[in-house]
């Protein structure tokens, strides 16, 4: 069942959490998804049967929690993300970001590397809306946002446009990690489609090469789209966090 976190921001986060051994997985989902995802509901009934605790939650203004979407940016959801950990589990936990959830993943490991045994990205965006929204839009869509404070742009995922604003923008870039040392001292496991295309291969290839640390990999899946939510897929994301968490 559902249940919530006020957090000391005054947030109220939805959360599911599975009872099991550690270390327990977090999964971080993306930008304007939910905690009903296909991934998230795979991995939870993945773990439920080994036995291993789970969790999964709505960033505020996504799914079940409190607030409106456009009123969010990154340093909110790592915030709802730094107070789900702290909170709601206990000890070094793997955990799984897709998308955004690899941007706000990579915050955390920054921010607390002891309260993570492994990382498992999945499109990882870290520092989506400097080198994704910004550097795509022309001279006309930047004025429209700085002057407006908001922009909309259509959605392949449903039929509300994704609303971009301005502070989701200046705030992003209070939160870059591509730009300073990124060390992680655990293994990591990157999956990225090579048909994807919210998140260029790029990306991928050079959070590889940004990130230190002894054991980190790259898996490219070449038909493998953004969801990557096929069956082959989600059994790539499994076996890498069962590696993870063995």
């Known amino acids: 069942m559902t249940e919530y976190l006020d957090t000391p921001q005054g947030r109220r986060i939805a ?3 599975t009872e099991g051994k550690g270390p327990g997985i977090v999964f971080l989902g993306g ?9 998230a509901l795979y991995l939870e009934d993945w773990a439920r049967r080994q036995g291993r605790a789970f969790l999964r939650f709505d ?6 929690s409190s607030g409106l979407f456009e009123e969010g940016a990154i340093g909110d959801w790592f915030a709802d993300a730094a107070s789900v950990l702290t909170t709601l ?4 936990q793997v955990l799984v970001g897709s998308s955004m959830g690899g941007w706000i993943s990579l915050l955390l490991a920054r921010a607390m590397p002891q309260r993570v045994a492994g990382l498992v990205t999945i499109a990882a965006a870290p ?5 994704g929204f910004w550097a795509g839009f022309d001279a006309t869509a930047r004025a429209e946002l700085l002057d407006k404070g908001r922009l909309e742009l259509p959605s392949e995922y449903g039929p509300d446009p994704y609303v971009i604003t301005r502070r989701l923008i200046e705030d992003g870039r209070d939160h870059l ?8 001292p655990f293994p990591v496991r990157l999956l990225q489609g090579m048909a994807d295309e919210d998140v260029p291969v790029q990306w991928a290839l050079d959070l590889l090469n940004h990130a230190t640390g002894k054991d980190i990999r790259l898996t490219l899946v070449k038909d ?7 069956d082959a897929c989600l059994a790539l994301i499994s076996d890498a966090v069962g590696e993870l968490v063995a």
Do not use: I, N, W
């Not at 930008?31 to 991934?39: E, I, L, R, Y």
């Not at 960033?59 to 079940?64: L, R, T, V």
């Not at 589990?89 to 070094?92: D, E, I, R, V």
């Open 59 to 64: 960033y505020s203004g996504h799914g079940d």
């Open 224 to 230: 493998a789209d953004h969801r990557f939510s096929t």
């Open 89 to 92: 589990t206990q000890g070094p």
């Open 127 to 131: 520092d989506f809306t400097e080198q």
């Open 177 to 184: 990690v591509m730009g300073q040392a990124l060390p992680l």
């Open 31 to 39: 930008f304007k998804s939910d905690m009903q995802g296909t991934k």
């Open 15 to 17: 959360y599911r959490r």
